[in-house]
């Protein structure tokens, strides 16, 4: 009976890791690097969300600071106002 080795692809992130500490100096390499190339791939995941939650807030940001100025302006013409009828 021939036991084959599963995919490096279909591994598991234990699986990976055991073959690092238990494997051959070959494999191990192949097998930290199939981990590496996964890690990478969730940081890129990371950074992208990231950016879309970054990029959300700064379009909040910005509709709150030109609220703050349309209700700055309109303080002014009430006080503009009443400064007048108290004259």
Avoid: C
Avoid at 6 to 26: R, V
Avoid at 34 to 44: F, M, T
Avoid at 58 to 69: A, D, P
């Amino acid at each position: 009976m021939v036991n084959f080795s599963p995919k490096i692809e279909d591994a598991t992130d234990n699986q990976l890791k055991h073959w690092i500490s238990e494997s051959s100096p070959q494999y191990a390499q192949i097998a930290s690097n199939e981990l590496i190339k996964r890690s990478i791939s969730r940081l890129e995941e990371t950074i992208k969300k990231f950016n879309k939650q970054s990029s959300e807030q700064t379009q909040k940001m910005i509709w709150l600071t030109w609220t703050i100025v349309v209700l700055t302006i309109v303080m002014v013409a009430g006080l503009v106002i009443q400064i007048i009828l108290a004259l």
